[in-house]
């Protein structure tokens, strides 16, 4: 499978202390709900009952929340890019890597939407080295290590349904078991995992 990006440094390895933490978890909801454009310092010290001096205490900015709230859920998928790394069975480790990527995308519909249209944090992740990092290994797994057109396009499809499919109005009373299975499924029939 696809090797570790050098020296940046992994999600995973990020220390956030449980006042961290809990600011991150108010965002979080705060973002899905508002955007992060829509959501204020302030909004997320009201949500936690403290002062906005308390969040600067945690976050001297708002770009370091965006980037914290983001990377709860990329460390899941960092760990299953780690399991498929050590997996030698590469139709296994793409399975391993879909699951959660799946899991956690249905788990955090509301965040999906906002993580791939939110200009702010669109731009962020785009600087973010631990994220691009992260995207191509995701890729690699995704490809099977194939650098083909065709590949590279099944990889980009899926990429897009999965995020798609999760935020989309036609599934929105979909409940989270049978949308994990569906897209599981057709996730599996595009990458021609057989």
Request: aromatic share 2%.
């Amino acid at each position: 499978m696809s090797g570790r990006a050098g020296t940046s440094k992994r999600l995973a390895d990020v220390p956030r202390s449980a006042a961290q933490t809990r600011v991150v978890t108010a965002a979080l909801g705060l973002f899905a709900r508002h955007g992060v454009n829509g959501t204020s310092l302030q909004m997320i010290a009201d949500e936690l009952g403290v002062t906005k001096a308390a969040i600067y205490h945690q976050f001297p900015t708002k770009d370091e929340i965006v980037i914290a709230a983001v990377e709860v859920e990329l460390v899941k998928v960092e760990a299953a890019l780690d399991a498929a790394d050590a997996e030698p069975d590469p139709h296994r480790a793409l399975d391993l890597v879909l699951t959660q990527v799946i899991d956690s995308a249905v788990a955090q519909r509301g965040m999906v939407g906002v993580v791939q249209h939110d200009p702010v944090i669109v731009r962020h992740l785009a600087r973010h080295r631990p994220f691009r990092d992260l995207m191509q290994r995701l890729s690699a797994v995704l490809t099977r290590g194939d650098a083909g057109v065709d590949a590279r396009v099944r990889a980009a499809m899926v990429s897009a349904a999965i995020g798609g499919a999760v935020v989309h109005p036609l599934v929105a009373d979909v409940d989270d078991d049978t949308l994990r299975t569906e897209v599981r499924r057709l996730a599996g029939d595009l990458l021609d995992r057989d």
